[in-house]
């Protein structure tokens, strides 16, 4: 006879990996993935350690899931505002704000997300969740194109490009060493406006 769970036992196994995996991103959220190790994210869930080796082999596989969890929550966000109203340019430059802004508020998971020290596992993992922070730029540019806002151009390129320049502008004011960012929507707007010009759009806040 083959073993089936019961309903109540596919609750319980759910129920510990919702755990687990806020267990971890609040612990990345206060401390980077240095912070998160997994004795640390036991005591934090209520579980014993060989317990969070049951639903992760390693401790990789948790960051990739806490990182993908995290990024599909901005892409969410960057989507409304891409599908939004507006011009492409508008929303190309309240996209490019909107993560900004929100990585300063959320520094260290955003520097998880960015740059932080990691294993080649999860470096592999930024690079493809990066590229869907690039699907969504792409397609802002692609509106923009077509209805004459920005010039024709290499779509993929351009986006890779947005994305690498708006994460790599927040590595130092979120990294450890945390760069002093002395008018913070200065900074905000400066990336923003580079972005902007950078796909041959007018550089001006929407609006202004």
Partial sequence: ??????????????????????????????????????????????????????????????????????????????????????????????????????????????YAFIAEPADPEVDIARIRERKRFADVIRAILADGVAGGEFPAQNLDASAACIVGAYTEALVGPIGPAREVVGDREALIASICEFCVRAVGGAASKPGA
């Fill in 1 to 110: 006879m083959v073993y089936r769970r019961s309903p109540l036992m596919e609750e319980r196994l759910a129920h510990n990996r919702e755990r687990i995996l806020e267990a971890t991103r609040s612990l990345v959220a206060r401390g980077g993935l240095r912070e998160a190790q997994i004795s640390a994210v036991a005591n934090v869930a209520g579980i014993s350690t060989g317990m969070i080796y049951r639903y992760f082999t390693a401790k990789t596989d948790l960051f990739v899931e806490v990182l993908a969890a995290a990024v599909s929550h901005e892409i969410e966000i960057l989507e409304a505002i891409g599908s939004g109203p507006g011009t492409a340019r508008d929303r190309l430059f309240a996209a490019v704000e909107s993560f900004t802004r929100r990585a300063l508020n959320g520094p260290n998971l955003a």
